[in-house]
C-alpha cells in the first residue's frame, strides 16, 4: 500500500518526469493510478477525507495525478486522472 511521504523527501522538491509510451505499455501507469487511489482513500486527518493526489506525493517522480470524490454523494465528482498534464 502506497502511503504520503514526508515534506523532506527529494521527491517532493525536485521536478517530476514524463511518462513515457513504455510505461503505458507496462503496467506502470495503471499500478501508479492504482496506488495513487489507495493512498488517497487511506487519507483521513481530523475527519477530513482527500479529493487529490500527485505521484510525488507517494514518492513517485512522475507527472501524474487524480481527482477522484471520496464522498458516498450520488453528486460526486466524476474521477478525473491526469497524464502528463500540461499548463498553458
Known sequence: MA???PEN????HAIAEEISSEEFSNGTVTKIIKDL???LKEYKVD????????APQIGIGKRVFIIE???KDRDALPTLIA??????
Open 3 to 5: 502511503k504520503l511521504v
Open 9 to 12: 523527501h527529494p521527491t517532493l
Open 37 to 39: 487511489r489507495s493512498a
Open 47 to 54: 475527519g477530513f477525507t482527500a479529493v487529490a493526489i500527485a
Open 69 to 71: 470524490d471520496q464522498s
Open 83 to 88: 497524464v502528463n498534464p500540461l499548463l498553458s
